[in-house]
């Protein structure tokens, strides 16, 4: 409840004490003095949390005066309450701690802006606080949060948290990056013996050994396997293009607290970090690929198949029910989320057109799947379908509606949502479901590894084999402007040029082969 200001006033008290440093009160003889004692002030506080009474009180003043302005002082923080109790009891707490420890009276004004925001009104905000505060304001996408929620649970919180907002520097944050460099030199060490414990744990003696070999064999082998089991698991470094990310969020929070006015310097635009490029795409050549079996390593993070091994991939996938799924994405760029989420009414078959409007996406809680709009204006677009396209959803087309009548002559569920690609019961696909039976599908056809999302990069090879340049990749990947295009595929279409130019020239038969180091030089 607001305090009245009758609760309080400014009167004299008398500040002498005796041999044992107590306060003399009516024992004092100079108490009938008229101007014997210092200015002291009074002011009724609300409640506590226990609805205990308090007050302010202040005395040691030289002159009335002075007592009167702090006493307004404190009477103006309180009225910033009005008739909101907790934000009464906030600055009730507030004024009896700079009571407590005979602290300044903070400017009203100040107060104002930090209650307003939510945070504490001490002064002794911490990152970590500011952080939790942050982060329950922000109205953005569940997928942006969910990295939000990322980077602040796994790497801000854990390395700045105690710090105090207001006192927070360059060298802190300096220092979180710093331990994230040191942790990924131990996980990428890890790992590497990881795989080296792995390579000791498979039978590497050709031929078929004797009884007692076998026996030893086998103890060897179990011998290893139980130390890989010891082993920690693969674990995934925190990358270039990460840390920057993790940097951004930091950016945006501190910015957030400086347009507030809880801060004035913003550390995370003065840390020094590598480069965050994202990775270039590279083509699995049969160079890439060999090697690749021998170490299982991949040559960079982002893999693009050969137009063969797309079509290797989709013959896998001919009879799967998702199969449809993956020639567009193949075809035509769709992303994971932009496939699940597609609607039939943005499907227009006789014109050749597709309309993307939604998308369905993993969740803040990291599984469950949401329904959102595309995150840029450019990603919501209608594209162009080609025949074989067309030709794809109209089979799958026909295949749903089998399933749903089969389910209905059945007695059993069928959920209308409306989306071209559904469960069995005509329900959502769960976006990392499709993933886990991509990778299936692509293992099992014996094909080096490649994510879902890469896929998406592979129709760029397609469209750009079919004739198609940087604008048609653009327009078609609805990549925001043709310098993304442009620096994303740069490195990766000349590979494809000569993958095409090697496969032209082997079309045309010869009867002269041509001429080797080795082979005689014709004579005169």
Same mark, same amino acid.
């Not at 409840?1 to 006033?9: I, K, L, N, V, Y």
């Not at 507030?94 to 945070?119: C, H, T, W, Y």
């Not at 599984?367 to 709009?373: D, M």
């Not at 479901?433 to 397609?462: M, Q, W």
């Given at each position: ?38 200015? +002291? ?99 953005t996408r569940d997928t942006t949060n969910a990295g939000y929620d990322s980077h602040i649970r796994v790497h801000l919180k854990p390395h700045l948290a105690h710090h105090r907002l207001d006192r927070l520097g360059v ?34 003696r050709p031929g078929v050994p004797r009884a007692f070999e076998r026996q030893q064999i086998a103890e060897r082998i179990a011998e290893e396997k139980a130390k890989l089991a010891r082993m920690k698991p693969y674990r ?10 993790? =940097? ?39 160079? &890439? ?97 080609? @025949? ?5 959803? =109209?089979? &799958? ?44 599908? +692509?293992? @099992? ?33 609805? &990549? ?8 994303? +595929?740069? @490195? ?19 009867? =002269? ?12």
């Open positions: 409840m607001p305090t009245s200001r009758r609760g309080g006033g400014v009167s004299k008290r008398c500040e002498c004490r005796g041999a044992d440093g107590k306060l003399l009160g009516n024992a004092c003889a100079q108490l009938a003095k008229k101007n014997h004692g210092a200015p +002291y002030i009074r002011q009724e506080l609300p409640t506590d949390e226990n609805g205990q009474r308090r007050q302010f009180r202040r005395t040691g003043y030289a002159k009335v005066t002075d007592a009167q302005t702090d006493l307004d002082r404190v009477r103006a923080i309180l009225d910033l309450a009005g008739d909101d109790e907790d934000a009464g009891r906030r600055v009730g707490d507030l004024l009896q701690s700079v009571m407590n420890k005979r602290a300044a009276i903070p400017d009203a004004v100040e107060v104002k802006r930090k209650l307003g925001v939510g945070v504490p009104l001490d002064g002794a905000m911490t990152v970590g606080d500011w952080l939790d505060t942050w982060r329950a304001s922000k109205k060298a802190p944050v300096q220092v979180m990056f710093d331990a994230i460099d040191e942790q990924n030199e131990t996980i990428a060490a890890e790992n590497t013996a990881r795989r080296e414990q792995e390579a000791r744990c498979k039978r590497s995934r470094i925190t990358g270039p293009a990460t840390k920057q990310r993790i =940097r951004s969020t930091l950016r945006a929070a501190l910015n957030a607290a400086i347009a507030r006015q809880l801060i004035t310097f913003n550390a995370a635009e003065h840390v020094e970090l590598a480069s965050g490029r994202r990775p270039k795409p590279m083509l699995w050549t049969a160079a &890439h690929v060999a090697r690749w079996r021998e170490t299982g390593e991949k040559p960079s993070a982002v893999m693009v198949w050969t137009p063969v091994q797309i079509g290797a991939f989709l013959d896998a996938a001919q009879d799967n029910r998702l199969y449809a799924f993956f020639h567009l994405i193949a075809f035509r760029g769709l992303r994971r989320g932009e496939g699940v989420g597609q609607d039939w009414t943005g499907v227009d078959l006789e014109g050749g057109l597709l309309t993307i409007a939604h998308e369905i996406v993993v969740g803040a809680d990291g599984w469950t799947p949401v329904e959102t709009i595309p995150k840029t204006d450019g990603s919501a677009a209608t594209i162009a379908l080609d @025949s074989a396209t067309v030709e794809v959803l =109209r089979e &799958h087309q026909a295949q749903q509606k089998a399933e749903r009548d089969a389910r209905l002559i059945a007695g059993k569920l069928w959920q209308d949502t409306g989306k071209v690609f559904v469960e069995e019961d005509g329900s959502w696909l769960h976006p990392d479901l499709v993933s886990k039976e991509f990778r299936r599908i +692509y293992e @099992s056809a014996g094909l080096p590894p490649i994510n879902l999302r890469d896929l998406r990069h592979c129709a760029a090879t397609l469209i750009h084999a079919g004739g198609g340049d940087l604008h048609a990749i653009k327009e078609t990947l609805r &990549h925001s402007t043709i310098v993304l295009a442009s620096d994303t +595929y740069t @490195s990766l279409l000349p590979e494809v040029d000569r993958e095409i130019a090697e496969k032209a020239a082997a079309v045309v038969p010869r009867a =002269r082969k041509p001429a080797t180091a080795d082979a005689p030089k014709a004579a005169g």
